[in-house]
């Protein structure tokens, strides 16, 4: 079933473009921050993580940075296909023990062909 | 491979009335975190367990919820006295912590409708 939410922000972006998820935490102790991919009915899914003491990491088409100084995260997505249309949420891991996520609200991103 | 599974993928109850909502692990997974999604939220972390303990109920948001894990398996959330605003979606997620440092496997949840 229909599981993220009607008030989302949304991205509206054409198939091919590049796609920027932005993304604003507020714990300068977390150890990672995470984006997951939540597509409609489904769970989350991990997409790419980044070390706190790490600025930029690029995965397949995805790129994240992360601007400490304004407590700033952002995904970049490459070339964007109709296939990644989904609600992306930036979360922050806190390793004390169990690795606890904490999420933002998320970003509905739509792809227009 | 399996990946994590809920059940029921939908549940409708009457205000008052107490469910169960029941979550398998990914196998070998030791680490197992329940969240709740309400409709226009972002994801609220509930509670963790590592094995059968649960060294983490610190989400859970009133004393009508609980949870318990056995054979460091198989869990079940457990609201009481359902009320309308419980009414969201239970997602499970697992983990090989640590040797699966930060990817949390979830489930496809539980959509629970409280009239």
């Known amino acids: 079933g229909e599981s993220v939410g009607l008030h989302l922000p949304t991205l509206s972006v054409q198939e091919g473009d590049n796609s920027i998820i932005n993304c604003a935490y507020s714990n300068s102790a977390s150890d990672y921050f995470i984006w997951y991919k939540q597509e409609s009915g489904k769970g989350p899914q991990f997409i790419i993580d980044?070390?706190?003491?790490?600025d930029k990491r690029q995965g397949q088409r995805v790129t994240v940075l992360l601007n400490k100084t304004v407590k700033h995260l952002s995904l970049q997505i490459a070339a964007t296909q109709p296939g990644d249309s989904a609600v992306y949420f930036c979360?922050?891991?806190?390793?004390?023990?169990?690795?606890?996520?904490?999420f933002g609200a998320g970003t509905r991103l739509a792809v227009h062909p | 491979g399996a990946g994590v599974s809920q059940s029921p993928s939908n549940k409708v109850t009457e205000k008052g009335k107490d469910v169960e909502l029941r979550c398998d692990p990914i196998?070998?997974?030791?680490?197992l975190y329940w969240y709740r999604q309400s409709l226009g939220q972002g994801l609220e972390f509930l509670i963790y367990f590592q094995g059968n303990s649960a060294p983490d109920k610190s989400g859970l948001p009133s004393d009508r919820f609980s949870a318990e894990r056995t054979g460091g398996s198989v869990s079940t959330l457990t609201i009481q006295r359902t009320q309308q605003e419980d009414s969201a979606v239970y997602l499970c997620?697992?983990?090989?912590?640590?040797?699966?440092?930060?990817?949390?496997?979830f489930g496809p949840g539980t959509r629970l409708t409280v009239l």
């Open positions: 196998s070998g997974h030791t680490a």
């Open positions: 997620a697992s983990t090989d912590y640590p040797s699966s440092y930060n990817e949390q496997f």
């Open positions: 979360a922050e891991l806190f390793s004390g023990g169990y690795n606890k996520l904490i």
């Open positions: 980044i070390r706190s003491n790490m």
